[in-house]
Structure formats: structure tokens, C-alpha cells
């Protein structure tokens, strides 16, 4: 009897010790999940100058006047509501100098449309600053036309982009400073990647890549112009330099300009292009990337461009430029 008592009692007393454990378990848990709390505390208050004795210093400001900004290039075909919405959107970008309509529908814009957009410009762009709207009409209507040349320009840098995506312009910023370290590269926010085709005996056969071959590798090695920058000289090569058995093929086929660009610069600079970080909002969903068989006509395009060139352009890298101020860590 007296031996059970005890017996009982030791077991009582262990299951107590083993509460008592547990209990010292949360309560470290919760000075645990404090210490994280200053912690984050601490690298927020790090952030303010007059931490770490910072108050007499600050980082120089990025330049937003400086008059060379860059030269929106919007390709647009009747969606009049997607245009208005991505030009009221990327004149409140502050370095946006100029911005490159290109029209290829047979009727000219209507007179509605033109003063609704001179209107969004001036509203959107501010006292002190002032962005030139253009409409490049076309008589043709031809994929090859969003790269036509454009006469006189005001930039040497271009923004490329397609009428049913909206970039912030924090990203658009960001991939633009990029492209200052680096112009002679595309620098975009929508990598693909050329694989080689190992069942073919041939080694010159190739599969165009979409996202997920990207995503998978983390290589890529064409940047789409529906969301890139470049330099102005490239507008210039591709209208007067492409072989024109490329520009046909893409007039008859309606498919791959992109892919053409890519190849073009590649060419030119012997380099990869770069990948930037950036939010993407896509605010139609009507673009011939969400048809099917798209991708085999993609491989198509990137198996001729290859013997047009006579050789593969294309390099394949693994760099993708981030804001460093998004990154906590190194
Ligand atoms: C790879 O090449 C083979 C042989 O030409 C072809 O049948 C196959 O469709 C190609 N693969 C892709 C994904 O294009
Ligand atoms: C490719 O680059 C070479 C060497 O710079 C040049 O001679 C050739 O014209 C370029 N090809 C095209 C199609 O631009």
C-alpha cells in the first residue's frame, strides 16, 4: 500500500516536472518570439539617419530630373480601354519623358481618344515637366511595325511594353537604373530561355522555353520586349539591318517580333540580357501567349531565326538584378 502512494506520487510529481518543463518551453518560446520583435524593432529604427549617429549623413537622392529619362513605346490594338488605363498609369512615373503610340489599325485614333490621352498626360505629368505623346500611324498592319524606327528621338532609352500589363513604376524605376549600368542590354521583367532539343541527332534544334523551364532552372536567355527596356539604336537595327526574310516571316506568321529583338541584340553584343524584379499586373488577358500551340510555333520561330543568323545568338545566364532596399539580408 504504502509502496503504490509513493509509486503514485513519483508519477505525479513527474508528470508535474514535465508540465514544468513544458511551461519553461513556452515561456522560452515567448522570449524567443520577443527577441525577434526587438529585433525587427531595431532593424526598423535603423532605418531612420539619426540611428547609429547618422543624423549629419543621407543618401544622395536618385536624380528624377535629370532630362534623360526614357521614351515609352506602348503597342496597342483596339483596346482603347487597357491604353487609356496604362497611359494615365505610367505618366505619374517620374522619369517617363516621352511616350510612342504605335498604331496599325486602318482607321486613325479617334478624336475622343487623343484628347482623353493629351489630357491624362497633362494632368498625370505635373507642372515642371513635360511628356511628349506621339501616335505612330501605320498604313500596314505588321508585328514588325512596334519595332519601326522612331525619327528624332528625345531618349536613347526605350520602354517596350504591351497595352494589357501595368508595371508599378517603383519596378519600371528600378529595371530603368538597371539598364543606365548596362545600355546596350535588354533589361526586363519577362525572361525566356531557348533548351536544346536532345532528341534529335542534329545538335542545332531547339525548344523555346516559357516560364515554368525558367522558374525551374533559374536561367533564361531572352528578355520579351512586352516588358523591357533597350536602347534606341536597336529600333534602327531591327527596321534597316534584319534580314528581311525574318521581318516576313514575322509579318506572315504574326508571331515573334519579340524573339526576333532578342536575337538582334544578342547578336549585337555578344551578351546576356538581364532579368529585373518587378510586379506585373495583367490587366487583360486576350494576348496569343494564352492560346494553344503557341509554344510550337515559339520553337519554330527560334529554329528559323537560327539559321537565318547562321548560328545560335542567344546566351543563357543566371543574374537577376533585385532592389537591394527590398532585401533584409546580403
Ligand atoms: C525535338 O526534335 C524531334 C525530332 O525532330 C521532334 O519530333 C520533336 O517535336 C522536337 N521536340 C520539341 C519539343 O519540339
Ligand atoms: C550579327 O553580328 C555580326 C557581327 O557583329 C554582324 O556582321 C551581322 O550583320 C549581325 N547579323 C544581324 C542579322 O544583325
Known amino acids: 500500500m504504502v509502496a503504490r502512494t509513493s509509486l503514485i506520487s513519483r508519477r505525479t510529481a513527474q508528470k508535474f516536472r514535465q508540465a514544468a518543463i513544458s511551461a519553461a518551453g513556452s515561456v522560452k518560446i515567448k522570449l524567443l518570439l520577443f527577441c525577434c520583435f526587438l529585433f ?38 483596339k483596346r482603347y480601354d487597357l491604353l487609356k488605363q496604362s497611359i494615365s498609369h505610367y505618366t505619374s512615373c517620374p522619369r517617363l519623358d516621352s511616350i510612342h503610340i504605335v498604331w496599325s489599325e486602318p482607321d486613325p485614333p479617334s478624336d475622343a481618344l487623343v484628347k482623353y490621352l493629351n489630357q491624362a498626360v497633362k494632368s498625370n505629368a505635373g507642372n515642371n515637366h513635360y511628356i511628349e505623346l506621339a501616335f505612330d500611324i501605320n498604313k500596314e498592319d505588321s508585328l514588325n511595325n512596334r519595332f519601326k524606327e522612331i525619327k528624332n528621338p528625345r531618349t536613347d532609352a526605350v520602354f517596350s511594353i504591351d497595352d494589357d500589363i501595368i508595371f508599378s513604376c517603383k519596378s519600371v524605376e528600378f529595371a530603368f537604373s538597371v ?140 543574374v537577376k538584378a533585385v532592389d537591394s532596399r527590398g532585401t533584409w539580408f546580403w
Open 40 to 77: 525587427t524593432l531595431t532593424l526598423l529604427a535603423s532605418r531612420t539617419p539619426s540611428f547609429l549617429g547618422w543624423g549629419q549623413q543621407s543618401v544622395p537622392l536618385l536624380d528624377r530630373t535629370s532630362s534623360k529619362g526614357y521614351t515609352l513605346l506602348i503597342n496597342t490594338w
Open 179 to 318: 539598364w543606365q549600368s548596362a545600355p546596350d542590354t535588354m533589361v526586363g521583367f519577362v525572361p525566356r530561355i531557348h533548351l536544346i532539343n536532345r532528341s534529335k541527332e542534329n545538335e542545332n534544334s531547339y525548344i523555346y522555353g516559357g516560364w515554368w523551364p525558367v522558374w525551374w532552372t533559374g536561367t533564361y536567355s531572352m528578355i520579351l520586349s512586352k516588358a523591357s527596356f533597350f536602347h534606341m539604336k536597336y529600333l534602327r537595327l531591327y527596321t534597316n539591318e534584319m534580314p528581311t526574310s525574318i521581318m516576313e516571316y514575322v509579318k506572315r506568321n504574326r508571331n515573334c517580333e519579340d524573339i526576333a529583338m532578342s536575337f538582334l541584340v544578342a547578336n549585337a553584343t555578344g551578351a546576356p540580357p538581364i532579368w529585373a524584379k518587378g510586379k506585373i499586373y495583367e490587366i487583360g488577358s486576350t494576348g496569343i501567349s494564352s492560346l494553344g500551340g503557341h509554344s510550337d510555333k515559339r520553337t519554330e520561330c527560334v529554329n528559323r531565326f537560327v539559321s537565318e543568323f547562321g548560328k545560335m545568338p542567344l546566351v543563357p545566364t543566371t
